[in-house]
C-alpha cells in the first residue's frame, strides 16, 4: 500500500527519459554520443538516481526496491536468457527474399512468438530474416513490419508470449486461458497484418532494380542449422517460466521469503546462460554475427526507464484514470504501455478492474471483459513505440548492426505505427471488444 502521495513534478524524470530515448538520435552530434551504451548507462543513472534518493527519503523505498529487484532483473534476465538461447541457434541461409517468402518468416514468427516469447520467436529468426533481405534495396517495411508480427503481436496466446501476461498468469489467471479466449483477436491482427505487410512487400519489390533482383537470386542458398543444443536451453528458460513460481514452489510467495528465493527463477536463468554460453561453440555465435550489444542497450536504457517510471506508476494509483467500459481498457492500457513499458502497465489497469463488479465468472479477481481488453492493449499497443515492448529496441539494435537505417523514435511512430498498425488494433477492439 502506498501510504505517500506522490506529486506530479516528480512524472519529470520519467518524461525527460522518454525525451532523451527520443530526441538523442536526431540531434547532429549528440546522436553520436548516444550510440553508446555506457552513455545511455550514464542519463539512465543521472535520472533515476536522484529519484531512487528522493523515494527512499521520503519513505517509499520499497516500492523502488520491488519495482528495481523484482520487476526489473526478472525482465532484464527473461530477455537475456532467450536472447542468449535463441542467439546460439544458427540458422544460415540467404532465401530468396520475395513477398511471399519474407510473409512466411513473419507468418512463423507470428505463431512461434506464444510458444516461445515474442523475444525468443524475433531473436531466433531476426538475422535470417536480414540475411534474406540483405540483397533489396528497400527493407525498411520488412523490419518495422516484424517488430510489430513478431516481437509484439504474435506472444497473445499464452503467459509465455509477452511479460504482461505472465504477471496477469502470476495473478491467477488459468495459464491456457488466453489460447482459449483470444484465438480470434490473435488470428484477425495477425492475418490483417501479413496482409497488408504482403501488399507493401510486392509494390516495393516491384521497384527493385534488376540488379538488385538479380544478385539475390544469385546468392540464394539453402537454409543450414547449428547450435540445436540451445532448442533444448530455450525450453529450459520455457519450463522455468511456466514451473519456478510461488504457485508450484509456495515458499517463494511467502511473505518473509528471502530475495534470493524469491529470485529463485531468476538464479535458473542465470545457469541457463551460462550452460548456453558454455555449451554453444565460438563459430556458431559468430556465424550468427552475435553482439551482447543490443541487449546491453536494452539493459541501460530500461534501467532508467524502471527506475523513473516508478513514481509515474505510483502517480497513477492514487490518481486513477476514470475507466470503467472494456473499450477503454483497451486504449488507456494501450497508450500507456506504449511510453510505460506493457508489463507493469498491465498491473496498473489489472488493480484498478479489481474496483469494478466482476461477476461469478471473474478471472484473476476482474470480469473477463476486463481480461481481454488489459490483455489486447498491453500485447498489441507495445508494438507503437521502440519502448513499448524489450524486443523491439533489440530488433532495431541488431537491424542498426547490419546497416539498415531506422527510423527515428517519431519517425516509426508517424511514418508506421500509428497509420498502419493503430487502425488495425482500432478494428480489432471494434470486432471484438
Given at each position: 500500500?502506498?501510504?505517500?502521495?506522490?506529486?506530479?513534478?516528480?512524472?519529470?524524470?520519467?518524461?525527460?527519459?522518454?525525451?532523451?530515448?527520443?530526441?538523442?538520435?536526431?540531434?547532429?552530434?549528440?546522436?553520436?554520443?548516444?550510440?553508446?551504451?555506457?552513455?545511455?548507462?550514464?542519463?539512465?543513472?543521472?535520472?533515476?538516481?536522484?529519484?531512487?534518493?528522493?523515494?527512499?527519503?521520503?519513505?517509499?523505498?520499497?516500492?523502488?526496491?520491488?519495482?528495481?529487484?523484482?520487476?526489473?532483473?526478472?525482465?532484464?534476465?527473461?530477455?537475456?536468457?532467450?536472447?542468449?538461447?535463441?542467439?546460439?541457434?544458427?540458422?544460415?541461409?540467404?532465401?530468396?527474399?520475395?513477398?511471399?517468402?519474407?510473409?512466411?518468416?513473419?507468418?512463423?514468427?507470428?505463431?512461434?512468438?506464444?510458444?516461445?516469447?515474442?523475444?525468443?520467436?524475433?531473436?531466433?529468426?531476426?538475422?535470417?530474416?536480414?540475411?534474406?533481405?540483405?540483397?533489396?534495396?528497400?527493407?525498411?517495411?520488412?523490419?518495422?513490419?516484424?517488430?510489430?508480427?513478431?516481437?509484439?503481436?504474435?506472444?497473445?496466446?499464452s503467459p509465455l508470449g509477452d511479460p504482461p501476461l505472465f504477471l496477469?498468469?502470476?495473478?491467477?489467471?488459468?495459464?491456457?486461458?488466453?489460447?482459449?479466449?483470444?484465438?480470434?483477436?490473435?488470428?484477425?491482427?495477425?492475418?490483417?497484418?501479413?496482409?497488408?505487410?504482403?501488399?507493401?512487400?510486392?509494390?516495393?519489390?516491384?521497384?527493385?532494380?534488376?540488379?538488385?533482383?538479380?544478385?539475390?537470386?544469385?546468392?540464394?542458398?539453402?537454409?543450414?542449422?547449428?547450435?540445436?543444443?540451445?532448442?533444448?536451453?530455450?525450453?529450459?528458460?520455457?519450463?522455468?517460466?511456466?514451473?519456478?513460481?510461488?504457485?508450484?514452489?509456495?515458499?517463494?510467495?511467502?511473505?518473509?521469503?528471502?530475495?534470493?528465493?524469491?529470485?529463485?527463477?531468476?538464479?535458473?536463468?542465470?545457469?541457463?546462460?551460462?550452460?548456453?554460453?558454455?555449451?554453444?561453440?565460438?563459430?556458431?555465435?559468430?556465424?550468427?554475427?552475435?553482439?551482447?550489444?543490443?541487449?546491453?542497450?536494452?539493459?541501460?536504457?530500461?534501467?532508467?526507464?524502471?527506475?523513473?517510471?516508478?513514481?509515474?506508476?505510483?502517480?497513477?494509483?492514487?490518481?486513477?484514470?476514470?475507466?470503467?467500459?472494456?473499450?477503454?481498457?483497451?486504449?488507456?492500457?494501450?497508450?500507456?504501455?506504449?511510453?510505460?513499458?506493457?508489463?507493469?502497465?498491465?498491473?496498473?489497469?489489472?488493480?484498478?478492474?479489481?474496483?469494478?463488479?466482476?461477476?461469478?465468472?471473474?478471472?484473476?479477481?476482474?470480469?473477463?471483459?476486463?481480461?481481454?481488453?488489459?490483455?489486447?492493449?498491453?500485447?498489441?499497443?507495445?508494438?507503437?513505440?521502440?519502448?513499448?515492448?524489450?524486443?523491439?529496441?533489440?530488433?532495431?539494435?541488431?537491424?542498426?548492426?547490419?546497416?539498415?537505417?531506422?527510423?527515428?523514435?517519431?519517425?516509426?511512430?508517424?511514418?508506421?505505427?500509428?497509420?498502419?498498425?493503430?487502425?488495425?488494433?482500432?478494428?480489432?477492439?471494434?470486432?471484438?471488444?
Amino acid at each position: 500500500m502506498i501510504e505517500h502521495l506522490i506529486p506530479a513534478w516528480m512524472l519529470i524524470p520519467f518524461v525527460v527519459m522518454l525525451l532523451c530515448i527520443a530526441v538523442f538520435s536526431l540531434i547532429p552530434h549528440v546522436d553520436e554520443w548516444w550510440e553508446h551504451n555506457l552513455h545511455k548507462l550514464y542519463v539512465s543513472l543521472i535520472l533515476g538516481v536522484p529519484v531512487g534518493i528522493w523515494l527512499c527519503a521520503n519513505g517509499m523505498g520499497h516500492e523502488l526496491e520491488h519495482q528495481m529487484i523484482y520487476d526489473y532483473i526478472p525482465f532484464i534476465l527473461l530477455l537475456m536468457a532467450l536472447f542468449v538461447t535463441t542467439g546460439g541457434i544458427c540458422i544460415r541461409g540467404d532465401l530468396k527474399a520475395t513477398p511471399l517468402t519474407n510473409t512466411v518468416i513473419l507468418a512463423l514468427g507470428w505463431v512461434l512468438a506464444s510458444f516461445m516469447g515474442t523475444t525468443g520467436a524475433a531473436m531466433l529468426l531476426i538475422r535470417l530474416l536480414l540475411s534474406t533481405i540483405s540483397q533489396r534495396k528497400y527493407k525498411v517495411h520488412t523490419v518495422l513490419f516484424f517488430i510489430a508480427i513478431v516481437a509484439n503481436c504474435g506472444g497473445l496466446l499464452s503467459p509465455l508470449g509477452d511479460p504482461p501476461l505472465f504477471l496477469l498468469f502470476q495473478k491467477g489467471t488459468p495459464f491456457m486461458w488466453w489460447l482459449q479466449n483470444m484465438v480470434g483477436e490473435w488470428l484477425v491482427t495477425g492475418v490483417l497484418l501479413l496482409g497488408i505487410y504482403f501488399l507493401i512487400d510486392l509494390y516495393y519489390y516491384r521497384k527493385e532494380p534488376v540488379e538488385h533482383k538479380e544478385k539475390d537470386e544469385r546468392e540464394a542458398t539453402k537454409l543450414q542449422f547449428s547450435g540445436l543444443i540451445n532448442i533444448f536451453w530455450l525450453l529450459c528458460v520455457v519450463c522455468s517460466t511456466m514451473f519456478i513460481n510461488s504457485t508450484y514452489i509456495p515458499a517463494m510467495g511467502a511473505h518473509d521469503a528471502p530475495w534470493y528465493l524469491r529470485l529463485l527463477r531468476e538464479w535458473a536463468f542465470i545457469a541457463i546462460i551460462g550452460l548456453s554460453w558454455l555449451t554453444t561453440s565460438k563459430e556458431v555465435r559468430d556465424n550468427n554475427n552475435y553482439s551482447w550489444t543490443p541487449i546491453l542497450e536494452v539493459a541501460c536504457v530500461f534501467l532508467g526507464i524502471f527506475a523513473t517510471m516508478t513514481p509515474a506508476l505510483m502517480y497513477l494509483q492514487q490518481h486513477p484514470l476514470p475507466v470503467t467500459a472494456p473499450w477503454q481498457f483497451v486504449y488507456c492500457t494501450g497508450a500507456l504501455s506504449a511510453f510505460l513499458d506493457n508489463a507493469p502497465t498491465a498491473m496498473v489497469f489489472h488493480a484498478t478492474a479489481t474496483s469494478l463488479p466482476a461477476g461469478a465468472d471473474a478471472v484473476a479477481g476482474i470480469a473477463p471483459e476486463f481480461l481481454k481488453a488489459i490483455s489486447m492493449g498491453a500485447v498489441f499497443f507495445g508494438s507503437l513505440t521502440y519502448i513499448g515492448n524489450g524486443p523491439n529496441f533489440m530488433v532495431k539494435s541488431i537491424a542498426e548492426q547490419e546497416g539498415i537505417k531506422m527510423p527515428s523514435f517519431f519517425g516509426y511512430m508517424i511514418k508506421f505505427s500509428l497509420i498502419i498498425l493503430l487502425p488495425v488494433y482500432i478494428i480489432v477492439q471494434l470486432l471484438f471488444i
